[in-house]
């Protein structure tokens, strides 16, 4: 397990060396100033945001869902994590697109279609995360 640490954290450390350092010799300063409060922002909305809900919706899942088990309650976590994560990301484009834009070629997609057809199979892996995780814990204890 140590060496796995070690090899991990190197190899994590070594892109991101790579990346400062092609971000510093390709970008301009105005450019650099934009990533930074990006970065910065995407701290912002981590800790304010995504960090809280994801608290709270653990919660009400551990209080709702009190007849499935750990697993079962760990699938369904994973499910509405990842749905709220990918809204997060779609919805501004899809906010932009109503609004118009004089460049037809900016936001080409139907992109509310396309997330709810990615939300609906996101719900039906759940689903079928949740049955195989209640049904292998069953197994175990019986």
């Not at 369904?76 to 070629?105: D, H, K, M």
């Amino acid at each position: 397990m140590r060496v796995a640490r070690i090899t991990l954290s190197s190899l994590g450390i070594g892109l991101v060396a790579l990346g400062a350092w092609s971000a510093l010799t390709s970008l301009g300063a105005a450019q650099l100033v934009g990533l930074a409060v990006w970065l910065a922002a995407a701290v912002v909305v981590h800790d304010g945001v995504v960090g809280p809900a994801t608290a709270v919706t653990s919660g009400l899942v551990d209080r709702g869902g009190r007849r499935l088990r750990a697993g079962a309650r760990a699938v369904v976590r994973v499910g509405l994590t990842v749905a709220a994560l990918l809204c997060l990301v779609a919805v501004p484009a899809i906010v932009a697109q109503s609004l118009g834009n004089p460049n037809p070629t900016v936001l080409p997609g139907p992109y509310a279609a396309r997330l709810g057809w990615v939300l609906v199979l996101i719900a039906l892996a759940t689903v079928a995360g949740v049955v195989v995780a209640q049904r292998s814990s069953r197994e175990r204890t019986a």
